[in-house]
Structures are given as C-alpha cells and as structure tokens.
C-alpha cells in the first residue's frame, strides 16, 4: 500500500511540475503501424484525441502558430503513400487529405510559414513545396538522391536540406531557386538530421555508425564522429549546446556537447517491448525498444523519446536527464512534433 501511495505521489508531482511549465501544450504523436496520430495533453501527459491519417504515417510537423501539423503519410512496404494528413490542433480534427504524385512516399517535414510547407519524397528522389491552405504541391525538386527522407531548414528558409539514406547523402536544395546545389557524401545510411546553432547541420549515419558535421554556409564537412549503435535520430539543444541522438541498435541516447563535438552523457533505456506486433525495424533490431523520434519541447524543458518496438514515449528532464515517466499512445510512435497550444476540450 506505502508503495502504491508512493507511486500516486509521484505522478501528481510530475503533473504538477510538468503542467506549471507547459499549461496549454500539446505533444503530436505519428503512430506508424495504425495510422493514426494522438494528440497528447502534456500538462497530465493525456491522450485527448486519436485522429486518422493516412496509411503508416511516419512525421509529423507543426505549423509556426501552433494550430494545424501536417502528417507525412508515408504508406507500407507494398504500397507507397502520396498524400498529407491535415489537423486542426484546437478542434481535434483531420480536416483535410492533400495529395501528393504518385509514389511519393512523402517523410520529412517543414513549415516554411503558415500555409506553406516542404516535404521529402522519398519514392520520386525528390522534394515537394506545398500550399497548405490551396491543397496542392507548388513545385518539386530533383535530388536524384535514393532514399530522400529527413528534412531541416536553413535559419533562414532559403534553403533544404536533405539527408538520403540509400546514397550516404546530405543534398542542399536552393528554394528561392527551386533548384538542387549540390550532394555532400556523409555516410552510409544518412538519416538522421538537425540544423546546430544555424551554422552547422549535424547527420547521422546510421549504417556507418557516425556523426557528420557539416557547415552550412560553406557547405564543408567539418568532423565525422564516431557513433555506432545505428545513430538515427538527431535533436538540437542550442540553449545547452547540446545535440540529442537516439541509438536504436544500442537502445540508448546520446548527449553531445556541440563546442567539444564529444559524448557528455549516455542513457541506455530499460524498456521493454510491450506487444508482439511485428514493427518496421524489429526483425532488424530485434532486442531493443528502438528509440527513434526524439524531440524538445519548445520551452527547452522536457525531452520525449519515442520507442518505435515499444509502442511508449519516455519522458525525461532535459536540464537533469531524469527519468519523468512513459506515455502509451498508438503502435509504433516515431515521429513527433510540438504544440504551444492546447485542444479545446468540452
């Protein structure tokens, strides 16, 4: 009983701690393997909705007024997706479907304002600009990459960039132009992305087990770090000068200090897989929770790991790295994205 009383205690004081920092957010959960995504309130860290999207809805983003994210949806291993799922974040609805061409199985995400959006798709090697509120793709660019699947801005939008997993590629996409620059060779199974303190872009290569530093503006590999344990997911930190990598073969995440360019802390996750549903990468990865979608919150306050093997977000301090709790939202949570705003509930 002193045990249950304990654990009451502490919940109510993480509802506490999390609501007085984040009163009226809203965390975004893709769920890939039921197509659909929760709308999550982070003040009690409650699903307050589940929303359809189109088949294996892979990332989602959210637009820079924090009311509608757009839903990659990526489509299954035998049927690519081409289209978007948009939500309104307030109303708790899917309030439109936008088509995309044929096999464009769409991934990475972006909003270039709040009706404007670019889209990696990964099944034409190419990168799509969108007009939210018109529904319909404005123009597409050629990376002529394979693979073309995580997207980050430059600070100050006029350009892309692309990581391309089957080539080992970071391509630099002109938007002003709406043309390709150039493909920077990072490492076998580039994935994972994030733009650092807007000079560096950071990529994770996943096969190759290391970290490729690259500059922006120059557009020059600065160092490539080494980082085994299939580095796919990238975050960035820049209050701390931190950049957060999930490992999903070593069912960890890493803490990098930016100046230093070096581990400064490990977590490895004791979690275990919660179904026996069958996942993307567990016949890969078969012996680990595979931590994949990582995000800040925008305060900078609390960090959310998605284990893709065990259909759960952990949540976890950002300033100390303790451990806050976990969160079950769909099967296979993978990308996410964050909310200022909160759902009108009755």
């Known amino acids: ?3 249950i009383r304990i654990v009451i205690a502490i919940w109510t004081l993480l509802g506490f701690l999390i609501a007085s920092a984040t009163h009226g957010a809203t965390l975004v959960v893709a769920n890939k393997s039921e197509a659909t995504v929760s709308l999550v309130a982070v003040e009690d860290l409650r699903v307050v909705a589940t929303l359809p999207t189109g088949n294996g809805p892979h990332e989602v983003a959210v637009s820079p007024d924090g009311r509608h994210a757009l839903v990659s949806d990526y489509g299954t291993g035998a049927e690519p997706g081409h289209s978007l799922t948009l939500v309104d974040i307030v109303d708790a609805a899917a309030m439109a479907t936008i088509a995309l061409p044929p096999n464009s199985r769409p991934h990475g995400l972006e909003w270039l304002d709040d009706s404007h959006a670019v889209v990696t798709a990964e099944g034409r090697r190419s990168l799509l600009v969108i007009d939210v509120n018109a ?8 990376t002529d990459q394979e693979g073309t699947h995580m997207l ?9 960039f692309t990581t391309n997993i089957g080539s080992g590629t970071l391509t630099v996409v002109d938007l002003l132009a709406r043309k390709k620059r150039t493909d920077i060779e990072t490492g076998e199974g580039a994935e994972g992305i994030a733009l650092v303190r807007e000079n560096e872009i950071w ?13 922006a503006n120059a557009l020059e590999i600065l160092a490539t770090l080494d980082l085994p344990g299939f580095p796919i997911r990238a975050e960035a930190d820049d209050a701390r ?31 275990s897989a919660a179904r026996p549903e069958k996942t993307l990468l567990s016949d890969l990865i078969p012996d680990s929770s595979i931590p994949v979608g990582v995000l800040l919150s ?20 950002a300033a100390t790295l303790e451990y806050q709790g976990d969160l079950s939202v769909g099967l296979e ?14």
């Open 333 to 346: 949570p993978d990308g996410m994205a964050w909310s200022p705003v909160a759902v009108d509930q009755p």
């Open 135 to 142: 529904e319909k793709v404005l123009y597409e660019v050629a």
């Open 152 to 160: 980050a801005l430059s600070a100050n939008q006029r350009q892309a």
């Open 298 to 317: 925008r305060d900078g306050k609390w960090l959310f790991v998605a284990h893709t093997n065990a259909h759960l977000i952990t949540v976890w301090d």
């Open 241 to 271: 000068a931190r950049v957060y990598i999930t490992l999903a073969r070593a069912d960890a995440l890493v803490v990098m200090d930016v100046a230093e360019r070096r581990v400064l802390e490990r977590l490895d996750f004791d979690v």
């Open 1 to 3: 009983m002193n045990r």
């Open 203 to 215: 990529v994770t290569n996943r096969a190759a087990g290391t970290v490729s530093i690259i500059d």
